[in-house]
């Protein structure tokens, strides 16, 4: 298990990160997708934390907060020293009704952060995120609360999740102006069918220098391998998070991408998702992978990926058969910089 540093901070976290999306139980949008107890929270944990893994997500939304309380619980009962287990937890989504029952004003926040350091059972959140864009409330504000909270101790590192580039870039502007504490990372969507976080975010991030956390890494479920064509070349099945299909699963294209995985799978005798993990793994801008399960087995698969190096030409044939299409100003910025950028690596001597 390798530790990357979070973007510009001193903290240094797992590559594979133990998302807790799968714990507990409520009614609603997570029933589909949570369902694990105490007891099989724990044995998730401390699989994660025997593997290597000091990183550990979860949101006050997932389970309606029971996720929280589990995972907190979880270090407890496995008497897991609080101090070497970074815990992340993400708030904006609805907690209770009416208008500022969500969102990322301050109103929300801090009574957010709060209710979620009485779930986990702890006095500080490691990583405290904002799950979403809150096109409602002033950046500044937003900024301003989260500060609050880290100069009060209740937070550590703050962070971002679902934002576009211009709204991080804006917001690290807004911190470094105002000298408020300025978003460490970034949690995205990113898998070998959804690149498209690369035509914007990813140059952004690497020259801002924050960290990307990557959610739904095998597209939910899709990148597994379980999925076929069907008969008619049509899907029988697609990538689905909270019955919502992701986009670039099932089709054409996704399972172009299938088929790339198959043979590289068979040849180092690994399962097809721990070679999608595995890319992902060797992007260089990638800081920390969130990786879930129901099953210890399905763990065990994802754990293993750390272990998977892929060659060069096993990675240039992923890439290949992911690639974006074109994308204007991106194939302009190919063209014209070309040039510049052998100036910055040049060749070596022969």
């Given at each position: ?33 949570a369902g694990l107890d105490q007891n099989e929270a724990d044995a998730m944990v401390r699989a994660a ?302």
């Amino acid at each position: 298990m390798r530790y990357n540093r979070l973007g510009q901070t001193g903290l240094f976290v797992s590559e594979l990160c133990l998302g807790t999306m799968t714990f507990g139980t409520a009614p609603g949008m997570w029933e589909g997708i949570a369902g694990l107890d105490q007891n099989e929270a724990d044995a998730m944990v401390r699989a994660a934390v025997d593997a290597g893994v000091n990183f550990l997500d979860t949101a006050d939304v997932y389970s309606a907060g029971r996720s929280e309380e589990i995972t907190g619980q979880a270090l407890r009962n496995l008497g897991i020293n609080r101090q070497e287990i970074v815990v992340a937890t993400k708030a904006f989504g609805e907690m209770h009704p009416g208008p500022n029952g969500r969102g990322a004003s301050r109103y929300h926040l801090i009574d957010a952060c709060k209710a979620s350091l009485k779930r986990l059972g702890t006095d500080h959140i490691d990583l405290y995120q904002i799950h979403g864009f809150d096109p409602a409330t002033p950046l500044q504000e937003t900024l301003e609360a989260l500060d609050v909270l880290v100069r009060h101790g209740h937070v550590r590192y703050v962070g971002v999740s679902n934002w576009a580039a211009w709204q991080v870039a804006k917001a690290l502007g807004i911190a470094e102006r105002l000298n408020l504490a300025r978003p460490a990372s970034l949690q995205s969507y990113y898998s070998l069918v959804g690149r498209e976080l690369e035509r914007e975010i990813v140059p952004m991030l690497a020259s801002e220098q924050v960290g990307l956390m990557v959610w739904s890494p095998l597209a939910g479920g899709f990148l597994s391998g379980k999925y076929t064509r069907g008969a008619d070349g049509k899907a029988e099945g697609d990538g689905r998070i909270n019955n919502f299909a992701l986009p670039g699963t099932g089709g054409d294209r996704g399972f172009a991408v299938v088929d790339a995985l198959r043979p590289i799978a068979e040849a180092h005798g690994r399962p097809v998702a721990q070679v999608a993990l595995a890319w992902l793994l060797a992007r260089p801008q990638v800081t920390s992978v969130i990786v879930g399960a129901k099953k210890p087995e399905q763990l065990a698969d994802n754990l293993a990926a750390v272990d998977l190096v892929l060659t060069a030409d096993e990675l240039a044939s992923l890439d290949a058969a992911s690639a974006l299409s074109p994308e204007y100003p991106g194939w302009m910025f190919e063209r014209q910089g070309a040039y510049r950028r052998g100036l910055l690596n040049p060749a070596p001597r022969g």
